[in-house]
């Protein structure tokens, strides 16, 4: 298919999924920009000058990634009339290649969420339906990048993953999603949520159109100071490839660990199935299935719900109405005027689950509670990922100490995990509503229980889907569940192959 046709199904299926609430600002048909940038690529393309892999394509971008030119909400009322004065890097990456901004995703306010419900521009849908035919939930909090590629209203999408926001949604609406090592992605000029954590992630119906993106974006960034130097990717490089010749994927079995303590009772049965199928596939290929433990996995839920919203809590301080954010104009005959503009506009201006982790986040860092909330969650943090240094053949490039040498690998370790992304099929929105309704938030954090480690962590992880359905292969793709592949820190690359292994054989 040309690129202009291909482009011109991208945006007709925009308008004809409206209902689904995937964008917030979707790309308008009448404006006639896209159309000429696209035509601009397929002449270059077609003369053999393409920019790149990406020329002509259009890419949605989460809404709370800046762009130029359209409003960048973060599904949030406190920033509903805001315009970055600038590209986020990651978006001037893909426009620097030919891409084209197919529009901005909805997503849980400031990526606070797993179903992509908390948003001010209404819930998500996903195009699958759930046992009692309502929509089922597209997962959060990139739910709207994860159905607009599900449903063919773009090429590919971004969203932002600080504990499962990419991954999660992906599961649920049978696409893939990919966290890269914390670090490799630029996050200038993205919303900050909860900055230790947070990463930029792609999506797309397939491993090789994220791989794609990725070797776009994949690059030093001088104006975030937590984007990897050109001197530790290069440490990454020579450290990781010089074992990967010993450990070639094509050449060589791989062994893939299998976390048990990710086989908990409540995991639902197609879940269970997929993951099976999974490892069976993998076995038959030749790859040695091992069994792995990862002690800390119980306590990394608790532990993430305690960093995320003490980082939130900081960085949503400066939406006052005086320098950021929205200014909800209130009365000014309180008792201190001040404060009265501050709790309106905050007050106002933030949704329920947002004012839930700000809460959280202040409580936990307040000087009598630091010591047994903070500080202990950091400690889980350092154990979850000695437990995956533990269980990797290959030792964290950026270590101080070496454990083991490129020519003298720590012996019987894995080189991937392979496990759930999720415990369970997506539930439909009516059920999440009522799960809100009643106040237990709770339940829906542990949707995340399998997808935090690796974010506290910082290490790849790829969601692919998988038929969870026994012998016969799913007609409807209502029992697809998302396997994950989780690969040491910087070891990319390793996980996307795998990933394009598992998602390859029609599994
Ligand atoms: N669901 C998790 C949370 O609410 C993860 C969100 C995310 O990765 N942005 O914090």
Redesign the pocket.
Known sequence: MSLLLEAEKYVANQSSHIALNAFITPLRRQSGRWYDQVKEADLRGKQGNAKSRLDGRLIAIKDNICTRDIPTTCASRSLETYTSPFNATVVQQLEDAGAIVAGKTNL?EF????ASVHSRFGPVKSARKGQDSGPCSAG??SGGSAVAVATDQCYSALG???????R?PAAYTGVVGFKPSYGLLSRWGVIA?ANSLDTVGIMAKGTSTVRDVFNVLNQHDPRDPTSLSPSSRFRIVSRLSSRRLATSLKTSPLRIGVPLEYNVSELAPSVRQAWYRSLEYLRQQGHIIQPVSLPTTKRALSA?YIL?PAEASSNLAKYDGVRYGTRIEGRSDGPSPDSYLYSKTRGEGFGSEVKRRIMLGAFSLSAHAIDNYFIQAQRIRRLVRQDFDAAFAAEHPLAAETLGTPEHPQQAGVDVLICPTAPSPPPTVSDVANIDAQGNSLDA?V??VFTVPA?LAGLPAISVPVSGKGEVESQNGDDLAGIQIIGQYGDDELVLEVGELLEGHGL
């Open positions: 849980d990526g606070m969420g797993s959060g909090s932002t993953d600080t504990g499962g926001s990419v999660l949520y993430y995320a954090y949707n995340d974010s």
